[in-house]
């Protein structure tokens, strides 16, 4: 069984750069994909960014591309998301997710494994 933790939220200013970082227990991410989804006040889920299990291939949200960017570190078991030129759409709860399979999709069923959220606020 693996627990999911993120952490690394907090309050930043339009245009600004915050990173957050999942870490996993109980065992490694290893070969499954990886995502990061977010939810904004009294809205759903949606997805941010994914990364592969296996090739380390990415993938984005159109209103996240060029912006922000997913990556894992070697041992598998943190996976960051660097986020810049934030937007007040940006602020919401991120969380992170493990996928059962190795290409990760950006829907919330292909998902088994959840973290608790860590909030990102973005506000002058």
């Known amino acids: 069984q693996v627990q999911l933790a993120e952490s690394g939220g907090g309050s930043v200013p339009p245009g600004g750069s915050l990173s957050v970082s999942c870490a996993a227990s109980?065992?490694?991410?290893?070969?499954?994909?990886v995502a990061w989804f977010r939810q904004a006040p009294g809205k759903g889920r949606e997805f941010v960014a994914a990364?592969?299990?296996?090739?380390?291939?990415?993938y984005y949200a159109k209103s996240v591309q060029g912006r922000f960017n997913i990556f894992r570190d070697s041992p598998k078991t943190t996976v960051f998301l660097q986020m810049s030129n934030v937007k007040s759409e940006d602020t919401g709860v991120y969380f992170c997710?493990?996928?059962?399979?190795?290409?990760?999709?950006?829907?919330?069923?292909?998902?088994?494994?959840w973290g608790q959220g860590t909030q990102v606020t973005v506000s002058s």
């Open positions: 109980g065992r490694s991410f290893g070969g499954n994909g």
């Open positions: 990364i592969n299990g296996i090739s380390r291939s990415t």
């Open positions: 997710a493990m996928s059962r399979k190795v290409v990760p999709t950006d829907r919330l069923g292909d998902y088994d494994y």
